[in-house]
C-alpha cells in the first residue's frame, strides 16, 4: 500500500485546504447557508451528531471521502468484519465485534455459517459469565468486589461501571485497582472484610507486572485476615487460563486473542459490569455496540458517523495540524471516558510507521484529553477559547438525565450549549470594547483591556447527543469511537491493533527492579544512575 500522502485525494484535499479550507469562518459559513446544519448533522444507532461547528463544509467531506475510498477504507473495515488478520504485526483478526453479535446471527459478515474461530463458543461464555454475576449479585454475604487489572482490562470496565451508576443495585460496592502503587490497593484492603470480598483478576495475558502484583498482595491480604475459602474469592478473566491455575484460581473467565485489550470491555473482562448492572444491562450494552457495528459496516460513507469521525480527525491533524482534541462529556457518568479514549485512541494510532513498516510522512493519533463539563470550564477552558492553540473540542450532551432535578440539568445543557457557541462566535475587540470601558477597574486602560476581554472565535466543536446514557446508548457510543479510530488508521495506513510502543519501559523497569534493590548503576546512563541513588530506600 502506499503512503496516504502519495494518493491524488490527498493532493485534492491540500488544494482545498489552501483555497477553502484554511480560511473558512464558522460565522459566515452559518450565515451564508441555512442548511448547514441539516447537512453536516448525521443521525447513527443512538447517537445524533452535529458537525455543523466544525471547520468543514460539504466540499470537504466530499474530499475526505475520496481519501477514504482510495485507501480502501470501507474494504478494510470488511476484512476486519470478515475475520481477517487485519492484526499483521501480531498475525490476529480482530474480532471484538464478533462479541456483540446477536445469537443467531452470522458473526462473521459475508463468511459462510459456522466459519470463523467461535461458533457458540462466545455465547457459551457469555453466558457463563452472566450466570455467575447474576449469582454474585444475589449473594448478599459479599458486600465489595474489586476488579485487578490495568489499561484495557481496567479502564473499559471502570468507564461503564461509572456511567451506567443509575442502574447498579444498592449493597455491593464495585473498586477497580490498577497501578502498582501500593498507594492504590492497600488503603482500599484496610476498609474491606475478606470474607465480604471478590476479587477479580483481570488480564488478558496474566503476565502483566501490576496487575500480578497486586492480585499477590491481595492474596497475602486475604489469608494474613483470616480469610476462608480463597476459591470462592478470588476469580480471573483471562486469554490464559493455564496461568490463571498456577496462580491458583480454578473459576476463570476466558476470552480469544482476537480481542485486544483495549476492546474487551465487551468479553469476559467485562463481567464487574454484568455484576454492576446485572445480565439483562449488559446485554443491552452489547446490543446498542451491535447496532453501532452494524451502522459502520452498511451504512454508505456519507452518513456513517463513525467514518465521518475518523476523516475529520484526519482533516484536523494533517491539514490544520491541530494535534490534540478535548473531550467534554456533560455528564458526570461519562467521567472516565477521557482516560478511557486516551488508551482506545493513543494505544492504538499513536504509530510512526505504516504498516510495511516505512516511517510515516504525517502525524498520526492526536493527543485525546478532557474532564467532564461543567468541571473543565473553570479549568483549561480558559485555554481553549483564549490560547494560541486551536483545539477541537467534542461536547456530548445528554438529554434526559437520571436524577430529578430538572433544573440542575438545565443548567448543564445551557453551558454546553454556551461553550461551543462562544468557541464558535468569539467576541470581536470592538464587542469587547463597549463592555469593557464602563467595567474598567481605576487604572485600567480600557483599550488593553477589551484585547483581553476579546475571543477570536470560529474555534471548532463536535456536539454528540444521547437521548439519555441508558447501556444501549452507551454501547453505542463506545462502539462509535472504536470503528473511529479504526477509520484514521486505515487512512494512514497503520496497525491500529498492535501496542509495541509499551514493551521497551517494561523491559527496562524489569533490569532496573533488582538494581533498586543492589544500588549497582553499572552502565546505566549519568542521569538514570544519579535518580536510582536518590531513590534506593
Ligand atoms: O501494556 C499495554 C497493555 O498490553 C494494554 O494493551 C493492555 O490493555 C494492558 O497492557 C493490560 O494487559 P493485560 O490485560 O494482558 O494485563
Excluded at 442 to 465: C, E, I, K, M, W
Aim: aromatic fraction near 8%.
Amino acid at each position: 500500500m502506499t503512503s496516504c500522502t502519495d494518493t491524488a485525494a490527498w493532493a485534492a484535499l491540500q488544494g482545498h485546504f489552501e483555497a477553502h479550507g484554511r480560511g473558512l469562518d464558522l460565522r459566515e459559513a452559518f450565515a451564508r447557508d441555512a442548511g448547514r446544519v441539516a447537512a453536516l448533522g448525521f443521525e447513527a444507532p443512538e447517537v445524533w451528531a452535529d458537525l455543523s461547528k466544525n471547520l468543514i463544509d460539504t466540499a470537504t467531506l466530499r474530499y475526505l471521502l475520496e481519501l477514504a475510498r482510495e485507501r480502501g477504507v470501507e474494504a478494510r473495515r470488511d476484512a476486519m468484519f470478515r475475520g481477517e488478520p487485519i492484526n499483521t504485526t501480531e498475525g490476529r483478526a480482530v474480532l471484538h465485534t464478533a462479541l456483540r453479535a446477536p445469537e443467531g446471527a452470522p458473526a462473521l459478515v459475508g463468511a459462510p455459517p459456522g466459519a470463523g474461530p467461535f461458533g457458540t463458543e462466545v455465547h457459551d461464555v457469555l453466558q457463563a459469565v452472566l450466570d455467575y454475576a447474576e449469582n454474585v449479585r444475589k449473594d448478599w454475604t459479599i458486600t465489595d468486589v474489586v476488579n485487578i487489572g490495568i489499561g484495557g482490562s481496567d479502564l473499559g470496565p471502570q468507564m461503564v461501571v461509572k456511567a451506567l451508576d443509575a442502574y447498579t443495585q444498592a449493597g455491593q460496592r464495585l473498586h477497580f485497582v490498577s497501578n502498582v502503587d501500593g498507594h492504590d490497593l492497600m488503603p482500599l484492603l484496610d476498609r474491606l472484610q475478606p470474607n465480604k470480598t471478590l476479587f477479580i483478576v483481570a488480564s488478558k495475558t496474566f503476565t502483566t507486572q501490576e496487575t500480578l502484583t497486586n492480585a499477590h498482595a491481595a492474596r497475602d491480604w486475604f489469608l494474613s485476615q483470616g480469610g476462608q475459602h480463597i476459591e470462592r474469592h478470588f476469580v480471573a478473566t483471562t486469554c490464559n487460563v493455564e496461568a490463571a491455575a498456577a496462580f491458583g484460581i480454578h473459576t476463570t473467565f476466558g476470552f480469544w486473542d482476537w480481542v485486544g485489550g483495549r476492546y474487551s470491555l465487551w468479553s469476559a473482562i467485562g463481567l464487574p459490569i454484568a455484576i454492576a448492572v446485572g445480565g439483562e444491562r449488559f446485554r443491552e450494552l452489547l446490543a446498542g455496540a451491535h447496532a453501532m457495528d452494524r451502522h459502520f459496516a452498511e451504512t454508505p460513507a456519507e452518513r456513517n458517523l463513525p467514518l465521518l469521525l475518523g476523516l475529520l480527525d484526519v482533516w484536523y491533524r494533517n491539514f490544520h495540524g491541530f494535534t490534540s482534541r478535548s473531550v467534554a462529556p456533560y455528564h458526570q457518568g461519562l467521567a472516565r471516558l477521557p482516560a478511557y479514549l486516551q488508551q482506545l485512541e493513543l494505544e492504538s494510532n499513536g504509530k510512526r510507521v505504516d504498516e510495511a513498516g516505512r516511517a510515516l510522512a504525517v502525524g498520526t493519533s492526536p493527543v485525546v484529553w478532557g474532564e467532564p463539563g461543567t468541571n473543565g470550564q473553570h479549568a483549561y477552558f480558559q485555554m481553549l477559547h483564549q490560547g494560541t492553540d486551536v483545539i477541537p473540542v467534542e461536547f456530548i450532551a445528554v438529554k434526559t438525565p437520571s436524577h430529578a432535578q430538572a433544573e440542575q440539568h438545565r443548567k448543564l445543557l445551557a453551558n454546553c450549549l454556551a461553550q461551543s457557541q462562544a468557541l464558535m462566535l468569539g467576541k470581536t475587540a470592538a464587542e469587547a470594547a463597549a463592555e469593557a470601558a464602563p467595567t474598567a477597574a481605576p487604572g485600567v486602560d480600557p483599550a488593553v483591556l477589551a484585547q483581553h476581554r476579546s475571543f477570536p472565535g470560529n474555534r471548532p466543536s463536535t456536539t454528540l447527543v444521547l437521548d439519555a446514557l441508558t447501556p444501549r446508548a452507551l454501547g453505542a457510543l463506545i462502539a462509535m469511537y472504536e470503528h473511529r479510530v479504526f477509520t484514521s488508521g486505515a487512512v494512514w495506513g497503520i496497525n491500529s491493533f498492535d501496542q509495541w510502543g509499551v514493551e521497551l519501559g517494561k523491559a527496562l523497569a524489569g533490569a532496573l527492579l533488582p538494581r533498586l534493590k543492589s544500588g549497582d548503576t553499572a552502565g546505566l546512563d549519568a542521569s538514570t544512575a544519579a535518580l536510582l541513588q536518590r531513590l534506593r530506600s
